[in-house]
């Protein structure tokens, strides 16, 4: 690739230097009991509590709560309690702001922010920074109010300016018995959303108005709001808590990640709990994540997801221009912020192409359940048209089969690389063309003006369609008849056969215990292939095909993969296989809550 994007770690707003009559408080080097953590995933709050004995001897009960407000979504606020629980004295609050915050994965200690200013105020202040390469600008502000006892209380502060650094000092003398709190409310606003010269305004007006609000306002306007989020999105399960506890946190993750107001934006892998992936936007929304929206929000959240790719068609073809396609064929990228493909590994990167049949699958999913056709005439179809050239410029005639082929890609399982004629991808490709010339057809008779508007814009004919359904109506499929079940690609069954259970406990996951050149030539698959396709296309197969090509492809598949065991677990429920379900269903539901794939480090599979 030419452009590599990232999410990067913003300045950070949260942090609370405290002393204890002059002694540096550090959970480290403190005697702790009574340690609580809590997530309030049905009111949508961090809170930990704990008492402390400092070296010094002074022991302290702290309480605090912290939350990043849904309703004013460039606002954070955070309260923290000390109880002095055996001595009078000081304790000092020293609130800052540190934006020479790095990512883990910079090269040599490398800084990807440009600090531009330190704005000192009374109670509040901010500092403006920029993105070295894109100049994206960021505004972050904090506010501070201070109480004794629940009063509210007015002390000196100092301030200390560092480089990348805004601190503040406050001392507050307390006798035994007495709570000290600080509220610190925190603000980030962007370029993306202001001009350059008013985002310091912008920032300290919001921790302003928060102060205002006050932190217990603020924080009910919090719960009603997640109020109304599980009124639609909770699922309830009886008599099993853990299960139940798993999918609530998935709901609550999915909902932390993406509300749905902006189609600029999408969904990282890991959301915004880890670097892992860069944050940047994989197939995974289309096939994965569009369902939970449509399902559980108004129809213009999962609308805006299309919006994203539909806005990005234009980059799209110019990825597919670069590998040689014509005629506006488009190839949306396997990893973006942009639009242009960031993925630097040719086998990802040019053959795991299936991804675009997913941004076609997206748009019919959202028809089917929205039944807002409407979508493709106004925007789809230019997308659909787009891809369905690919398909056909991606497939060639083969003399020897007598049927057009896809040669060179990666399926969805990525333990096998440059194979030819997968079964997913060929029956995807097919389906793609297919669903476009309906659509075409649809709109044709039905919406003419887009019908004419589409078909100028895009200069397509009724013999290019023609050619495209010659390649559709012909695709090779690999089949084995003594087996009757669709093989992944060819010349699979050449490989040794041999169920994932007679593996030895100790080379799993293989991904961490054997070469690639073992995985690349073995039998073991890391996600649903085969089975994504009856995943998908439900209605094209039999029970009884599902059966078949369940007992065959479950037992050789190893999981590692956060996207697979989801689509086992709804297939074994389809056709009965409870146990296998269950055990599937607890796998994705707890993947993060059990640490499955000793992985968490690296961020939440949202």
Not at 186 to 208: C, F, H, P, R
Not at 389 to 412: C, D, M
Not at 462 to 478: C, G, H, I, R
Request: aromatic residues 14%; negative net charge; hydrophobic residues 35%.
């Amino acid at each position: 690739p030419e452009y590599f994007a990232k999410v990067l770690n913003a300045p950070n707003w949260i942090g609370i230097h405290i002393a204890i009559n002059g002694t540096k408080f550090d959970l480290n080097t403190c005697k702790i009991s009574n340690f609580n953590r809590e997530l309030n995933m049905k009111e949508g709050w961090l809170g930990r509590s704990f008492n402390a004995q400092l070296a010094s001897g002074e022991q302290i009960e702290v309480t605090a709560k912290r939350f990043v407000s849904i309703d004013f979504n460039e606002t954070g606020a955070i309260e923290y309690h000390i109880k002095a629980l055996n001595f009078s004295g000081e304790i000092t609050f020293a609130p800052y702001i540190d934006a020479g915050i790095e990512n883990e994965d910079s090269n040599y200690d490398e800084f990807f922010w440009e600090i531009l200013e330190i704005v000192e105020g009374e109670k509040s202040g901010c500092i403006l920074s920029k993105t070295l390469k894109t100049e994206f600008h960021v505004s972050t502000a904090m506010q501070i109010a201070l109480t004794l006892n629940n009063e509210e209380i007015s002390v000196a502060k100092a301030t200390t300016i560092e480089e990348k650094k805004l601190t503040y000092t406050y001392k507050v003398s307390v006798n035994e018995g007495d709570i000290a709190t600080i509220y610190k409310f925190g603000s980030y606003v962007s370029s993306l959303n202001y001009k350059n010269e008013d985002l310091n305004a912008a920032t300290l007006s919001n921790v302003q108005n928060a102060n205002e609000l006050g932190f217990h306002e603020l924080l009910n306007t919090q719960i009603k709001s997640w109020a109304d989020i599980w009124k639609t999105a909770d699922i309830v399960i009886e008599g099993d808590v853990k299960a139940q506890q798993g999918i609530r946190f998935n709901i609550f993750q999915l909902n932390q990640t993406y509300l749905g107001t902006d189609a600029r934006l999408n969904i990282g892998p890991k959301g915004f709990t880890g670097e892992k992936y860069g944050g940047s936007t994989y197939w995974d929304t289309e096939a994965y994540c569009i369902p939970f929206y449509m399902a559980t929000k108004d129809d213009k959240v999962a609308k805006n997801l299309l919006l994203y790719r539909y806005n990005q068609l234009d980059k799209a073809i110019e990825n597919a221009e670069k590998l040689g396609f014509k005629n506006g064929a488009a190839l949306y990228p396997m990893v973006t912020m942009n639009g242009e493909e960031c993925h630097n590994e040719w086998e990802i990167t040019f053959e795991e192409i299936h991804r675009n049949g997913a941004m076609i699958y997206g748009i019919y999913n959202y028809v089917n359940y929205t039944q807002d056709f409407e979508y493709i005439p106004k925007n789809g179809l230019e997308v659909m048209i787009a891809i369905a050239r690919f398909w056909h410029q991606r497939a060639n005639f083969s003399e020897a089969k007598n049927k057009y082929v896809i040669l060179g890609v990666t399926g969805p399982n990525e333990y096998e690389n440059n194979i030819n004629n997968n079964f997913y991808t060929n029956y995807l490709a097919k389906w793609c063309i297919e669903y476009t010339v309906d659509c075409l057809n649809k709109v044709k008779h039905e919406y003419a003006d887009d019908f004419e508007r589409v078909v100028t814009k895009t200069n397509l004919s009724a013999q290019e369609t023609y050619q495209w359904l010659k390649v559709s109506d012909n695709m090779y499929f690999p089949f084995d008849k003594e087996k009757q079940i669709y093989l992944q690609q060819d010349g699979f069954l050449d490989k040794e056969i041999i169920p994932v259970d007679k593996l030895p406990k100790e080379e799993r996951p293989i991904n961490q215990k054997w070469s690639w050149d073992r995985i690349l030539r073995s039998c073991y698959i890391k996600q649903a292939d085969v089975l994504q396709c009856f995943y998908f296309f439900e209605n094209k197969f039999s029970t009884k095909e599902l059966e078949k090509h369940f007992d065959f492809y479950e037992p050789i598949t190893v999981h590692e993969s956060s996207l697979s065991p989801c689509v086992h677990a709804i297939l074994a429920a389809s056709i009965d296989r409870i146990p296998k379900a269950y055990e599937q269903y607890l796998r994705t539901a707890r993947l993060d809550l059990d640490d499955y794939n000793h992985e968490v480090h690296e961020g939440c599979h949202i």
